[in-house]
């Protein structure tokens, strides 16, 4: 037998999304075996990680006593999204909602990594306060 | 006299704890302990009586709750494992007391330059102390930083009786980097309601969002060629798949690395603006999430 496969990822903040990728590449592939009438395909689709917003929504002031807490600890909060795959996301799905915190480092993975300790102390700060805001809000 | 949040870091960074994606074992490198078992000594000599490791390589602790209210549990996290990609053996750390700007040689290998140019946020660290590696291996501050700083707040939760709080747990988790951070993970054990992640990069940031992403195999069965057949009735597979390849628009294509990798690498944050549909950084991305 003559085979071949294409392993890929599709990616979208959305479920909807991701279906709508999906559904665009079996089009294609559909497409292209239509010119060649002994050939066949097939596509399977295996779950890897899913938004972890869907999660975090449900239980909003995660995220808010978090920025709250960045501010008290001298900062401006950036709010922002993680591409790929994190602990975050997984525990959020396996029940336990996580958000992501900074912690201060850059070009992570690389002999050019560098952290200032200014950095890391704020990050200690943050902790300390979203640690008082959980009790001063509860 | 108290460690400081640097102190600690610039300890931890120069152990080992490099996990491996090809090992099956749990934690997937021995190494990882070292630092492990360090965290739960030095946790228990701070007086987090309950502190310990547990047989996955998993650091577990609790700062008691000091309050009548009822505080939901929430639970600080890093992990103790540096990333597969590059060397984390013999870290040297180099301390730039009150950076005056510009780029930055790195002392063990000229070769390796910080470039404000590539590296924008070294703007905003006019007069502070950096860290940085000698240029032989990675630092570790992903996420040996977040470490440092959730076991320094530790002790100042648990010290500074002017701070109100309800119960804290710790987790400090291996093999993150290789995506099995929290595959053992006792989360009964843990026993939080919420928690947050010591793991992202410029101070300030708060991230609650990540892709959802679907892996996508096709398989395709062409016609061989068989004596009797005629030529014209060959259909290569792998001649398909390519067809199908080059009609894929360019945020869906087919991974390179077949290998699982660390998917924390140059995680990047983007401001969401509508749907933010933007895939372009895919070289990135194949880098960090293993198949
Ligand atoms: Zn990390």
């Known amino acids: 037998m003559e085979k071949a496969t294409i392993s890929m990822i599709v990616r979208d903040f959305t479920v909807a999304g991701l279906h709508e990728k999906e559904a665009m590449v079996d089009e294609i592939a559909k497409a292209v075996i239509a010119n060649y009438p002994g050939s066949s395909y097939r596509i399977a689709v295996k779950e890897q990680y899913r938004n972890m917003k869907e999660v975090l929504d449900k239980n909003p002031e995660i995220v808010e006593f978090a920025v709250e ?43 050019l990594e560098w952290i200032s300790r200014q950095d890391m102390e704020k990050a200690v700060s943050t902790i300390v306060e979203l640690a008082r805001l959980w009790e001063e809000r509860a | ?23 099956p074992a749990q934690p997937s490198t021995e190494k990882q302990k070292t ?17 310990e490791m547990d047989s996955n390589g998993y650091v577990y602790a609790t700062v008691p709750a000091n309050t009548d209210k009822d505080v939901p549990v929430i639970c600080f996290c890093s992990h103790v494992d540096t990333a597969p990609d590059f060397s984390g053996t013999g870290v040297k750390p180099q301390i730039i007391k009150n950076y005056a700007g510009g780029d930055i040689t ?4 000229k070769s390796r330059v910080i470039r404000v140019s590539e590296h924008p946020e070294l703007n905003n660290q006019i007069g502070n102390d950096l860290i940085t590696t000698d ?44 995506g099995r951070g929290v595959d053992k993970v006792d989360l009964k054990k843990l026993g939080a309601r919420f928690a947050y992640t010591m793991d992202g990069e410029t101070a300030g940031t708060i991230e609650d969002e990540t892709f ?29 798949a390519g067809e199908i390849i080059a009609r894929l628009p360019h945020d869906v294509s087919p991974r390179r690395h077949r290998r699982p990798r660390g998917f924390c690498a140059s995680r990047r944050r983007d401001r969401l603006d509508g749907k933010g549909n933007d895939f372009h950084d895919r070289a990135r991305f194949h880098r960090r999430w293993p198949p």
Do not use: C
């Open chain 1, 69 to 111: 807490a960045i501010r008290r600890a001298g900062m401006e909060p950036v709010r922002g999204s993680i591409r790929g795959g994190t602990d975050g996301s997984r525990l959020s799905f396996m029940g336990l909602p996580t958000a992501n915190i900074f912690a201060g480092g850059h070009a992570f993975h690389s002999p």
């Open chain 2, 35 to 51: 630092l492990s078992r360090l965290l739960v000594s030095e946790l228990r000599a701070i007086g987090f009586a309950d502190a």
């Open chain 2, 106 to 109: 790195l002392v063990g290998d």
């Open chain 2, 212 to 240: 959802s992403a679907d892996g996508l195999e096709i398989s395709i069965t062409g016609v061989a060629m068989h004596p009797g057949f005629a030529k014209g009735r060959m259909e290569n597979a792998i001649k398909i």
């Open chain 2, 135 to 178: 240029g032989t291996t990675l630092l570790g501050a992903d996420d040996k930083a977040g470490v440092a700083e959730i076991v320094t707040a530790a002790e100042i939760l648990l010290k500074d009786k002017s701070i109100p709080h309800g119960a804290i747990k710790l987790l400090f988790t291996p093999d993150e980097e290789i």
């Open chain 2, 1 to 23: 006299m108290t460690d400081t949040v640097l102190d600690r870091f610039l300890r931890y960074v120069q152990i080992d704890t490099q996990s491996d994606p090809a090992s």
